[in-house]
């Protein structure tokens, strides 16, 4: 099952449902909730047996990727699939199990660890839970969906318990959400920027759905967390610049050598989330992106200056990253995009540095963060370094 998605569809999608405002759109979700819930209660025994004998050999074979630690595992309810097999499974192979547990309204679910042998009691409506209050906090998440939109955005019970949970998280985690086709909504943005039900997901890559959607067959989204949020940023080239180089002087053609001086830091996204910078479609490799938008800025301005890896003039990187401060699904997505080197200019050395802070609170969707906090930083980091560039081009002797 393929799905293309396009910026900002989600508000498009709340124009064509006529959905105005927040009183609306939260009237529309308790109607998508509770319908959802009924036509998932309503699937047939065969139905369900498939669906979950499917999903169990999906889950299973997803766990097996990665090292056996804690897993958040849930107790079925209302026509939820019952994963406990599953459970059973991942602790015959090496997981510790733990159950999540209702402390008080408008705060996050606790994990507490279970074994098969523990006593259970009932907790909030009525939800078996641990009796022993061994709490842990898990690595791994199996997460129950009464809806989804193609945007991956996920629709609860409406609580916000998973939301506080997730952004409670003091470590990196994975979760695997699990839930029906027909949970599939045309459907408002449920961005969490003022609604705590929803988390922020990434959408899975094409192609990695458990099984095609046929008649309420089961779909799987993965999603990975990190203070409740977890995105693939797309960056483009930066905007290069139309304002052409001139000079009185009388310079020379000349070259520079941009070298790799990051270290063990070639990852340009850094921070409190988890975020995946792309660039044409793959991950950014922050060297090549540095090398050719410099080298496209210097063309744009008519610059005599071409990148040679054996010229004698260095420009050595040894910074160029976004660090991200988002704490939780509910603050605004803050960027503090950082970029230092060292060039080298006939024999002198000069200290380069550019810095960029940038913060914008999504509404409707997360893409609205992709220009002002990505895209527009990155830009200006690229025409900063070239700046410099030129100006010690022109200004050394």
Same mark, same amino acid.
């Given at each position: 099952?393929?799905?293309?998605?396009?910026?900002? *569809?989600?508000? $498009?999608?709340?124009?064509?449902?006529?959905?105005?405002?927040?009183?609306?759109? @939260?009237?529309?979700?308790?109607?998508?909730?509770?319908?959802?819930?009924?036509?998932?209660?309503?699937?047939?025994?065969?139905?369900?047996?498939?669906?979950?004998?499917?999903?169990?050999?999906?889950?299973?074979?997803?766990?097996?990727?990665?090292?056996?630690?804690?897993?958040?595992?849930?107790?079925?309810?209302?026509?939820?699939?019952?994963?406990?097999?599953?459970?059973?499974?991942?602790?015959?192979? #090496?997981?510790?199990?733990?159950?999540?547990?209702?402390? $008080?309204?408008?705060?996050?679910?606790?994990?507490?660890?279970?074994?098969?042998?523990?006593?259970?009691?009932?907790?909030?409506?009525?939800?078996?839970?641990?009796? *022993?209050?061994?709490?842990?906090?898990?690595?791994?998440?199996?997460?129950?969906?009464?809806?989804?939109?193609? $945007?991956?955005?996920?629709?609860?019970? #409406?609580?916000?318990?998973?939301?506080?949970?997730?952004?409670?998280?003091?470590?990196?985690?994975?979760?695997?959400?699990?839930?029906?086709?027909?949970?599939?909504?045309?459907?408002?943005?449920?961005?969490?920027?003022?609604?705590?039900?929803?988390?922020?997901?990434?959408?899975?890559?094409?192609?990695? $759905?458990?099984?095609?959607?046929?008649? #309420?067959?089961?779909?799987?989204?993965?999603?990975?967390?990190?203070?409740?949020?977890?995105?693939?940023?797309?960056?483009? @080239?930066?905007?290069?610049?139309?304002?052409?180089?001139?000079?009185?002087?009388?310079?020379?053609?000349?070259?520079?050598?941009?070298?790799?001086?990051? #270290?063990?830091?070639?990852?340009?996204?850094?921070?409190?989330?988890?975020?995946?910078?792309?660039?044409?479609? *793959?991950?950014?490799?922050?060297?090549?992106?540095?090398?050719?938008?410099?080298?496209?800025?210097?063309?744009?301005?008519?610059?005599?200056?071409?990148?040679?890896?054996?010229?004698?003039?260095?420009?050595?990187?040894?910074?160029?990253?976004?660090?991200?401060?988002?704490?939780?699904?509910?603050?605004?997505?803050?960027?503090?995009?950082?970029?230092?080197?060292?060039?080298?200019?006939?024999?002198?050395?000069?200290?380069?540095?550019?810095?960029?802070?940038?913060?914008?609170?999504?509404?409707?969707?997360?893409?609205?963060?992709?220009?002002?906090?990505?895209?527009?930083?990155?830009?200006?980091?690229?025409?900063?370094?070239?700046?410099?560039?030129?100006? @010690?081009?022109?200004?050394?002797?």
């Amino acid at each position: 099952m393929k799905k293309d998605i396009k910026p900002d *569809q989600g508000v $498009q999608k709340e124009e064509n449902l006529g959905l105005k405002d927040w009183p609306e759109i @939260n009237d529309w979700r308790k109607e998508k909730r509770e319908s959802l819930i009924r036509s998932r209660i309503k699937i047939g025994k065969d139905k369900r047996k498939s669906c979950l004998a499917s999903i169990e050999k999906k889950v299973l074979a997803r766990l097996a990727c990665f090292t056996p630690g804690i897993l958040g595992g849930y107790w079925p309810i209302k026509g939820e699939f019952d994963l406990r097999g599953v459970m059973q499974q991942a602790r015959e192979n #090496g997981w510790t199990i733990a159950l999540p547990a209702v402390v $008080q309204s408008a705060h996050p679910l606790e994990f507490r660890l279970w074994t098969p042998e523990m006593k259970l009691v009932p907790g909030v409506w009525n939800i078996p839970v641990p009796e *022993q209050r061994q709490l842990v906090e898990p690595s791994m998440l199996l997460v129950p969906l009464v809806g989804f939109d193609e $945007q991956g955005y996920r629709l609860g019970y #409406g609580g916000g318990f998973y939301d506080r949970t997730l952004a409670s998280f003091s470590a990196p985690f994975y979760a695997i959400g699990v839930g029906l086709d027909l949970a599939s909504l045309l459907a408002p943005s449920l961005s969490s920027a003022e609604q705590i039900d929803a988390e922020e997901v990434t959408p899975m890559p094409e192609g990695e $759905q458990t099984m095609e959607s046929k008649g #309420g067959a089961m779909q799987e989204y993965e999603m990975q967390w990190r203070a409740a949020c977890s995105l693939t940023v797309p960056v483009t @080239n930066p905007d290069y610049s139309k304002t052409p180089y001139t000079s009185n002087n009388n310079v020379e053609n000349s070259s520079v050598a941009i070298v790799d001086g990051l #270290g063990d830091k070639h990852n340009i996204s850094q921070g409190k989330v988890i975020i995946n910078i792309s660039h044409n479609g *793959q991950s950014i490799d922050t060297m090549s992106y540095v090398k050719e938008s410099i080298e496209s800025e210097l063309k744009a301005r008519g610059v005599p200056l071409v990148l040679d890896e054996s010229s004698v003039n260095k420009l050595i990187l040894e910074k160029f990253e976004i660090f991200n401060n988002r704490v939780s699904g509910f603050s605004p997505m803050v960027t503090l995009s950082t970029a230092k080197a060292k060039l080298t200019f006939n024999g002198k050395e000069i200290n380069v540095a550019a810095f960029v802070k940038r913060a914008k609170v999504p509404v409707w969707t997360m893409n609205e963060i992709n220009e002002p906090c990505f895209n527009e930083p990155l830009q200006v980091l690229i025409k900063e370094i070239v700046a410099k560039i030129i100006w @010690n081009y022109l200004t050394i002797p």
